[in-house]
Structure formats: C-alpha cells, structure tokens
C-alpha cells in the first residue's frame, strides 16, 4: 500500500485539538491499514518520529435522513453512516507535525 493511501485526512476536532498539545495527532486511515503502515506513513510524510500508534474502528451508526423523509411519503427514512478507521499517532517530545497549526 502507498504512503499516500494510508493517510486519508486529518481529524480536526475539539477532542483532537487537546490531545495535540500532548503530542498526539489523529488521522483518518485506510480500513486495510495496519499500526505498521500507519508509523512508516507518518514518519515518512510528516518527517517526524513515531512513538505509539493506536488506531480505532470507527463503527457504522444508522441516522435519519430528514431530506429523504421531506421528499417522499415514508414516515422514517433511516441510512447508515459508514464505519471509518482512524489512528492516534503519538510524536516525540518537541516534535509537531504542521498540518494542524491552522
């Protein structure tokens, strides 16, 4: 798998904006990435070292759609969302990776 395939986009959220100023980054990875692939993408885009990988399976969560249920006569029109993967990568102390300084 590529470098690039691993790394879909970081999670910028308020949760991960507080567990940057600790070190750690989250990122939203490939469903077949491993802890591994996910270290070896990170040091080589960001040029940083990896102390930890911890990554989460983000499960599928049904919802209802309120479009859906606006423009057709069903009562409840439920969808799923899809299940993501993401990964918490720790960096050594002193070191950030630039793509979340916003």
Avoid: C, H
């Amino acid at each position: 798998m590529d470098l690039y395939e691993v790394i879909k986009r970081p999670v910028i959220t308020e949760k991960t904006t507080r567990l940057k100023e600790m070190g750690q980054y989250v990122f939203e990875v490939d469903p077949r990435a491993n802890r591994q692939q996910v270290k070896q993408a990170v040091e080589k885009l960001f040029n940083v070292r990896v102390l930890a990988v911890r990554i989460i399976n983000v499960p599928a969560k049904r919802r209802r759609d309120w479009r859906a249920r606006i423009l057709s006569s069903k009562p409840k029109q439920v969808v799923r969302r899809p299940g993501w993967k993401k990964a918490i990568v720790q960096v050594a102390p002193g070191q950030t990776i630039d793509i979340f300084e916003v």
